[in-house]
């Protein structure tokens, strides 16, 4: 019996001076992994330790990345969106019907289903936040992830983590990649959180092993070939595991080849809250990506570029608020705005949209 010959991704190259390539404006291909990658813009926000760190270590740590008041804003936006109290423990832990096996999972993890409420967009603009991911692309004309907010509440309950992995019971918590350790070159990968909330023993948040990231080559080498591409398995007395102490405001971006997870909140009434933002090389001639991003924004639809985010189940979004503002900068981070376009009399970039209307 034949086959037909599967579909290869087509590679589209952002819209930068290095080359990047990529088919989902998540993984890109690159001539150098970004441990190797030689600067040729002067670096922004990071120090030049703080680069070092970044390419030996996997990680880095952007202090005050927003102030700390608008930290606490989208904390208690967090808490508004889902009708939590955070002075009342017992209703974080109230039984609610699940559409699904995926929303009851989401429910534990603490995914708060919001993605373009203003303040969420106040965060992707900010010109801080932008100049520490162009100093770790070293490029200029990126995109913003549309992605959503994080309270994890103890991790008990209807909220205990071993609902949805009996195996997480343990004092240690599984590390995992966020790319195929098993191919040849991985591809380059970017991640990163706001924190809301301050880093405390018992309220688990982001551990990583950084150690294991800057010997990786030589500890892929001396395993089996049947290893798990997506877990490791390694001696945390040999490659320990750490949690950076984080305050509200402060950005953490890290390296998608950087095994890394989130430790269970073991306390009694603490939470753990974040904002998940990262930033890519723009894939501008990529156009159904960059018309579904748009869309998205304008109409608060739940984006589509990865299946974990369902939007919210009581009430979505889109009937809540407004669409939010962009500036300049979030206009072409969004990809409503070129990075290559012209600006107006006012000084404000030519959008798409308005291209489009001045030609019909």
Not at 229 to 238: I, K, M, Q, S, V
């Amino acid at each position: 019996m034949m086959f037909a010959p599967s579909r290869r991704p087509h590679l589209h190259r952002a819209a930068s001076e290095r080359p990047y390539f990529s088919d989902d404006g998540e993984s890109y291909l690159a001539q150098h992994t970004l441990r190797e990658l030689s600067k040729t813009r002067p670096l922004r926000v990071l120090s030049a330790e703080d680069f070092a760190h970044w390419q030996t270590y996997g990680y880095v740590v952007v202090r005050e990345a927003v102030p700390a008041e608008h930290a606490r804003r989208m904390l208690d936006f967090a808490w508004e969106f889902q009708g939590l109290d955070p002075r009342d423990p017992d209703g974080w832990f109230a039984d609610r019907p699940f559409r699904s096996e995926l929303d009851r999972r989401l429910h534990v993890y603490g995914f708060v289903e919001a993605y373009h409420h203003q303040l969420l967009w106040d965060s992707r603009q900010d010109q801080r936040v932008y100049d520490a991911f162009v100093d770790v692309w070293d490029c200029e004309e990126l995109w913003v992830t549309l992605d959503r907010l994080n309270l994890n509440p103890p991790n008990r309950g209807n909220r205990d983590r071993a609902l949805v992995d009996p195996a997480d019971r343990g004092a240690d918590d599984r590390l995992h990649w966020d790319v195929d350790t098993a191919l040849g070159v991985p591809p380059q990968r970017v991640q990163g959180i706001i924190a809301l909330t301050e880093t405390a023993p018992d309220t688990g948040g982001f551990q990583c092993s950084p150690e294991l990231f800057r010997r990786f080559d030589s500890w892929r080498a001396a395993q089996p070939a049947d290893r798990d591409p997506a877990r490791p398995d390694f001696d945390r007395a040999e490659l320990p595991v750490v949690r950076p102490e984080l305050n509200p405001g402060d950005l953490l971006i890290w390296n998608g080849l950087l095994a890394h997870g989130v430790a269970r909140n073991r306390s009694e009434r603490g939470v753990r809250a974040v904002q998940y933002l990262s930033m890519m090389p723009a894939l501008e001639e990529h156009e159904r990506l960059r018309k579904s991003r748009v869309d998205s924004w304008r109409h608060l639809r739940t984006p589509r570029w990865n299946r974990t985010l369902v939007g919210d189940p009581v009430l979505h979004e889109s009937k809540r608020y407004p669409t939010a503002r962009l500036t300049e900068l979030g206009s072409r981070l969004l990809g409503l705005s070129s990075w290559y376009e012209p600006v107006d009399a006012a000084g404000q970039a030519v959008s798409w949209a308005d291209r489009c209307a001045v030609s019909a």
